[in-house]
């Protein structure tokens, strides 16, 4: 038998680390149902009341307010939700106790961080990616237009959506990292999520004025939501009065990283929870 | 490090353990203070002391979970502070709330945490079934935890905790929620790493009697060590037999034991306690001189208990009620299991 200490390096080769926290995820994701059931159903559900009762009420002055209108807002929610669902289970890995075994392994941190982010993103990913096909599915029987586009602005709207996802979740991971209880995170859904997504653009038009006009240019999201738009709505071509194509990559991008780092600054740190 | 090493431990080995100094405090609470010992290789060793002596703390901060705020620490010739990450790749950490996930299978949490360990495809696959193996839990592995008994679950956190081939085994009250039978199958495998692997097993514990399964003892009282030997060694200690006297008035029948007899009574919640050799020649003289004063009389052999009152003079129980630490769920654990405990230590 190979008992000796030396022939296993002391560092642990990361990606394998990333891939098998990622995979958890996704695992732990399909075994609860209600989990999959709800954060599909939610959207479909918000999207259909948003575009059927806004249409009626005739909101934005002449504009043409229809499904297609919102559905890349409805998209970027359900990324939105699942990112951070799939994050909040970061609690539950602390409370459960998984997270313990996993801070005392010899694995770095960035690569726990990281796994931990592109389980949820990969989750977020494939929820957009069902629902993009049901708008694909609609537009095709001609129900409404709701998609129009070339091959090479679906493959860089993809991207644009896992950009957006793991910009979330490490959101997310920000957010639940320090906390003991998830019904604090709800609190900061309500009073921080939720409004983040209702001023991004995808509610709201961009033009409105004074500060609320000011939230949403501040707003990272507005960005990826206004890039989806040129991609699902206008077939990457500028839609006038959003903000340029490369306006919206640069700011997703930059949204991303930083979130990102900031994550990966944040789980360096202890959490007093670990000490229930 | 020694390359090629045999499972033999020799005198060059460094200590499994070695603290010097520690002190440990959450805000104000002072929850170790000044803890110097070591831990020799191969060595079943054991943490014994009520809620809130700061064993727990001591293994948190061993597991690398906490860093070490004062004094310093190594396990296996690392120190704890400056090279954590070669402390835990030799570490093998079983916590008292289990770390595995209850939504995976046994297989599938030995899968994941061995990734974490740098171990990868075949290897680490014909690895996990040996320790299921082992453990006894092959016919079990593709059952998600949630479904197995709580002493299964144990036995996949050991799995898991073996893994990656420790050379030192570091766990917190590892009998909690099991009973007595899975109890001596935990230490039967304890003995079985140590021969086999040449494993060095340090656990922390609250029950007594578990404690004295070990090679030595180190007892705990608010954050300090108080005692450090054999189990044979601590109940030597204590001086022969133990008696122990119920009385209407201990403080005034202790004064006239002193008196009469040039002995050194103690009074413990209530208890009149006695420590000395021969404790049987002294029953019927103390009878014969006292009649009236003594309700009842009671002669034992040293258990770890009187260990521990003859250490820190208070009783092992009662110490643990006074123990003020908010209601978590791991406190309430142990109150379930400190009250089994405490009838097996009556007997």
Not at chain 1, 105 to 111: E, G, I, N, Q, Y
Not at chain 2, 17 to 23: D, G, T, W
Not at chain 2, 146 to 162: D, N, T
Not at chain 2, 310 to 326: A, C, K, L, Y
Request: proline share 5%; hydrophobic share 45%.
């Amino acid at each position: 038998m190979s008992q000796t200490v030396s022939s296993i390096p002391i560092t642990v080769p990361a990606w394998p680390v990333v891939g098998t926290l990622a995979q958890r995820e996704l695992v732990r994701f399909f075994r609860q149902r209600t989990r999959v059931f709800g954060a599909l159903g939610q959207p479909i559900i918000f999207w259909l009341l948003f575009g059927a009762g806004l249409q009626s009420a005739r909101v934005g002055s002449g504009d043409k307010l229809d499904f297609a209108h919102f559905f890349p807002g409805t998209l970027v929610m359900i990324l939105l939700f699942t990112a951070i669902f799939a994050t909040i289970s970061i609690i539950e890995d602390r409370r459960e106790g998984f997270l313990q075994g996993v801070l005392v392994a010899p694995v770095p941190r960035w690569a726990m961080m990281l796994g931990k982010v592109l389980g949820g993103a990969a989750i977020a990913m494939l929820q957009g990616l069902v629902f993009l096909f049901l708008g694909w599915l609609t537009g095709a029987v001609d129900w409404y237009p709701v998609l129009s586009t070339t091959p090479l602005a679906v493959v860089a709207s993809l991207v644009l959506m896992l950009v957006i996802s793991i910009a979330l979740t490490a959101l997310g991971f920000l957010i639940a990292w320090r906390m003991d209880s998830t019904q604090g995170f709800h609190a900061i859904m309500i009073v921080f999520l939720l409004p983040m997504w209702l001023l991004s653009g995808a509610f709201f038009p961009m033009d409105v004025g004074g500060w609320l006009g000011a939230i949403v240019r501040i707003n990272p999201l507005t960005y990826g939501v206004a890039g989806l738009r040129h991609y699902l709505q206008n077939g990457g071509n500028e839609i006038a009065g959003l903000p340029s194509v490369s306006v919206c990559w640069l700011v997703s991008l930059t949204f991303a990283a930083a979130m990102l780092i900031a994550a990966w600054l944040i789980a360096g740190t202890r959490s007093t929870a670990d000490l229930q | 490090m020694g390359t090629g090493k045999g499972r033999v431990h020799t005198m060059s080995d460094p200590p499994a353990v070695e603290i010097s100094h520690l002190a440990h405090h959450y805000g104000e609470h002072q929850a170790i203070r000044e803890l110097s010992f070591s831990v020799n290789p191969g060595e079943i060793f054991t943490l014994l002391g009520p809620n809130g002596s700061g064993k727990t703390t001591l293994f948190r901060v061993l597991s690398t979970l906490i860093p070490i705020q004062h004094g310093t620490a190594s396990i296996l010739g690392h120190d704890l502070r400056s090279e954590p990450q070669a402390v835990r790749r030799q570490l093998g950490v079983v916590f008292q709330a289990p770390s595995v996930d209850k939504k995976l299978t046994a297989v599938e949490n030995l899968i994941h945490f061995g990734r974490l360990y740098g171990l990868a495809g075949r290897e680490l696959k014909s690895r996990a079934d040996e320790m299921l193996a082992r453990l006894g839990l092959t016919d079990r592995k593709s059952e998600l935890v949630e479904k197995l008994s709580g002493g299964l679950r144990r036995r996949v956190e050991l799995a898991k905790g073996m893994l990656h081939r420790p050379r030192l085994l570091l766990l917190d009250e590892p009998s909690t929620g099991l009973d007595p039978a899975a109890r001596s199958d935990l230490w039967q495998y304890f003995n079985q790493v140590r021969q086999e692997n040449g494993v060095t097993v340090v656990l922390t514990t609250h029950l007594l009697e578990e404690a004295e399964r070990a090679d030595r003892i180190a007892v705990m009282h608010r954050g300090e060590l108080v005692a450090l030997d054999t189990p044979a060694a601590l109940r030597a200690a204590v001086g022969g037999d133990a008696i122990t006297i119920r009385a209407d008035d201990p403080g005034s029948l202790a004064a006239m034991i002193a008196d009469r007899f040039q002995l050194k009574p103690k009074v413990v919640e209530g208890l009149l306690r006695l420590e000395l050799p021969a404790g049987h020649e002294w029953i019927p003289r103390l009878i014969e001189a006292f009649p009236d004063h003594i309700e009842s009389i009671t002669l034992g052999k040293p258990t770890l208990e009187d260990v521990f009152i003859h250490v820190t003079g208070h009783r092992f129980w009662n110490e643990e009620q006074m123990d003020n630490e908010p209601s978590s769920r791991h406190a309430r654990i142990k109150a379930k299991t400190r009250r089994q405990g405490d009838k097996e230590t009556r007997r």
